[in-house]
């Protein structure tokens, strides 16, 4: 069709806050595990005046705002000139953003960590 615009960079757009999303579930349970929480204290603080105020929660934000951006800007690369099916990509956002939820979600974390 003449004029029509292709879906990768929508599908790159959509991806990349669900990988931003698994980023924030991957670095929450390791919080909630007690092996990143220093970590992410010290890297929120690298940015965020304050950060000390509202503890590790400042470096789950840093990394999930990273693993959306960096990977909006590989897949927007990837992606800005191809024709890519939706279905699939529905699909891939379900799943991660299911996954996202159940390790932010405190009764499956404990599951997860064996509490």
């Known amino acids: 069709m003449l004029g029509r615009k292709p879906t990768g960079p929508a599908v790159a757009a959509f991806l990349s806050a669900m990988i931003g ?4 579930g ?7 595990a007690g092996v990143l ?3 992410l204290l010290q890297t929120g603080k690298l ?9 590790p929660y400042s470096g789950k934000e840093t990394f999930l705002l990273l693993g ?3 990977s909006w800007v590989v897949l927007h690369r990837i992606l800005r000139k191809r024709e ?3 279905a699939g990509t529905v699909i891939a956002f379900i799943i991660g953003l299911a996954f996202a939820t159940l390790t932010i979600y405190t009764p499956i ?3 997860l960590l064996g509490r």
Not at 26 to 32: A, F, P, Q
Not at 47 to 55: K, L, Q, R, Y
Request: charged share 10%; proline share 3%.
């Open 84 to 86: 890519v099916r939706l």
């Open 21 to 24: 999303l698994v980023c924030l």
């Open 68 to 70: 959306w951006l960096l």
């Open 37 to 39: 929480t220093n970590f």
């Open 109 to 111: 974390i404990g599951i």
């Open 26 to 32: 991957i670095v929450n349970l390791g919080d909630e």
């Open 47 to 55: 940015w965020i005046p304050n950060a000390e105020g509202i503890g």
